[in-house]
């Protein structure tokens, strides 16, 4: 790949010209799942796409996680786009300037943002029942496409936590997904509230800068070592010069994450030896017994994300930081007030409390049949789809990272590209057949759901003991899939037609009678 700098692909990316009136495709998002469709639309010979999104780069979730010390934490090698690997990663777990512009990089190269347009915030999509088509309207304009595919995101709405008085704070409050990095924190007293993914990163950076740091913890994470290394010369010259090196190092990472799939899903005996690690991790970087106890987790290792870091717990023993885990009871004008009472007063709040992770921003905006929006066809049952990407009355529209698809070991490129693969499949039936329209019947997505709750319910997310971002306000894990990601890619290799309602173009409606065992299995 060659290198192009980051300046160059930042200025060429960021024009926006009208939006056209129609399109085949409209795509929604810009991240891995939005620029991965795109090149392969291209590359499948599906050249009439239009790709939508609010932000000023593709990136998404990199483009908008600028944190210090942001990075992936699943290897690099492997958290990429297995059509455009790259050599040049400088270590396993890539900080995530570098992650940015591998995929700006990768933008450019692929020869696709002619038919990106940046800062259109989509606001409604809208499905015409008697012209089989959807109305997209956004900030910028409308746009009719025949079908729409959603990559906006699973992590990407910032959630905020529902503390009194937050709003009263007379500092400086900021999400760690929205870095005020105008705002300097050197000699700061400084709060992060949150310990999860995000906020064991930006701890050890944040508490080399300021003069007091309190961390708000509800529930103690799991945390591995971190096997973080620089690459060396001759891996890297490995990874560009023999291709099957790289591939072979990225197989060997991924069949090596696969092995944590049985302790999470079958059963959660077999993640003692993470467990050790982890506990070994804790007395590696603590020494007070007070503090060792107050970060051990209660809880069965998986039910929460498992963490990785080498520098989190040593931070939280600094003389100057403070892990607090007596709940917050208010923020007042000048700081935080913990539940027993004690008042710590700061000039910067960082909220680090995640994500809208199980209800979708985006779905209270899309109006299928009958003018129905997904938020309510949702309604009590929890996000639902079938196979994680289409869902029954939403004709012509697929998710990618939708309801159950999301991991706990392993990478969301994966995923995004197995989903990439169905969707580019259902394209191709829909123009060699002539199909107007197409949707899973709710009883095919019914058995799907039936089969995946029922794998759930011996999960360690759903029998662990935590509760989590995975599960929803019922208790549902709505996010994350039960089985192996071969398997997972194995259901999405092929467009399954027969399981779906479709009607073709001059014809009635056409409805298949699916076969629902086959389908759940
Ligand atoms: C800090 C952090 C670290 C992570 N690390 C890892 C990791 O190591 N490994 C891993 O597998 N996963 C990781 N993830 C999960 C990560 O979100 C996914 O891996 C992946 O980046 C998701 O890509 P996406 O394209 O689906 O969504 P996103 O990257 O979130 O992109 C969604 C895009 O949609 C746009 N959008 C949303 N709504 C609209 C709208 N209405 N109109 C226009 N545009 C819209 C947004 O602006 C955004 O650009 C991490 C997530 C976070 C937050």
Not at 101 to 117: C, I, K, M, P, Q
Not at 215 to 221: C, E, F, G, N
Not at 264 to 270: A, D, E, R
Not at 487 to 512: G, I
Request: aromatic share 10%.
């Amino acid at each position: 790949m060659t290198q192009i700098s980051t300046q160059t692909i930042t200025g060429t990316i960021t024009g926006t010209t009208a939006l056209p009136d129609r399109v085949r495709t409209l795509v929604v998002g810009a991240g891995f799942a939005g620029l991965g469709t795109a090149i392969k639309l291209q590359d499948h010979g599906f050249p009439d796409f239009l790709v939508l999104d609010k932000g000023h780069s593709v990136g998404g979730t990199w483009r908008d996680n600028t944190y210090p010390g942001a990075a992936c934490d699943v290897h690099s090698q492997l958290y990429s786009f297995s059509f455009a690997p790259n050599p040049d990663w400088s270590r396993s777990f890539s900080p995530q300037p570098e992650i940015q512009a591998y995929l700006e990089r990768t933008a450019v190269e692929s020869g696709v943002l002619d038919r990106f347009r940046f800062g259109v915030t989509v606001q409604d999509i809208t499905w015409d029942e008697d012209a089989n088509f959807w109305l997209v309207d956004t900030d910028r304009g409308s746009v009719v496409a025949d079908v729409v595919i959603t990559g906006s995101g699973g992590l990407s709405e910032p959630k905020l936590p529902e503390i009194t008085g937050l709003e009263s704070f007379e500092g400086e409050v900021f999400h760690s997904a929205r870095w005020n990095h105008d705002y300097d924190l050197t000699g700061k007293r400084v709060a992060v509230i949150g310990t999860g993914a995000s906020s064991i990163q930006i701890v050890p950076e944040v508490a080399r800068q300021v003069s007091h740091l309190d961390v708000y913890q509800r529930t103690a994470p799991w945390v591995m070592p971190r096997k973080d290394r620089e690459y060396k010369r001759f891996e890297k010259l490995g990874f560009r010069f023999l291709p099957f090196f790289q591939r072979a190092y990225r197989t060997g990472i991924y069949w090596g994450r696969e092995c944590f799939v049985p302790g999470f899903v079958v059963n959660p005996k077999l993640a003692a030896p993470a467990r050790r690690l982890a506990l070994k991790n804790i007395e590696r970087g603590i020494s007070d017994p007070g503090l060792r106890e107050a970060v051990t987790p209660d809880y069965q290792i998986g039910c929460k994300r498992i963490l990785i870091s080498n520098d989190y717990y040593p931070a939280l023993e600094a003389e100057h930081v403070d892990l607090v885990t007596d709940g917050i009871a208010e923020i007042t004008p000048a700081g935080i007030v913990a539940e027993d009472g004690t008042t710590r007063e700061v000039d910067v709040i960082v909220v680090a409390t995640g994500f809208h992770t199980t209800e979708q921003p985006i779905a209270q905006h899309i109006k299928g049949r009958n003018g129905r929006t997904m938020a309510d066809a949702w309604g009590e049952e929890g996000m639902t789809a079938y196979k994680g990407t289409t869902i029954a009355g939403f004709p012509n529209l697929f998710q990618i990272v939708g309801p159950n698809t999301g991991l706990g070991h392993s990478s969301m490129v994966f995923i995004i590209e197995s989903q990439i693969a169905y969707i580019l499949s259902a394209l191709q039936k829909m123009g060699e057949r002539e199909i107007v329209s197409l949707e899973p019947s709710p009883e095919v997505q019914h058995a799907w759901n039936e089969d995946l709750q029922h794998r759930m319910q011996r999960t360690v997310w759903n029998s662990g003991g935590c509760a989590s971002w995975y599960l929803d306000s019922h208790g549902r894990n709505t996010t994350l899939w039960p089985r192996t990601t071969f398997k997972f890619r194995a259901l999405l290799s092929e467009f399954d037609l027969d399981q779906y309602v479709v009607a073709a173009r001059q014809d009635a409606p056409a409805t298949t009678t699916p076969d629902t065992e086959e389908n759940a299995a």
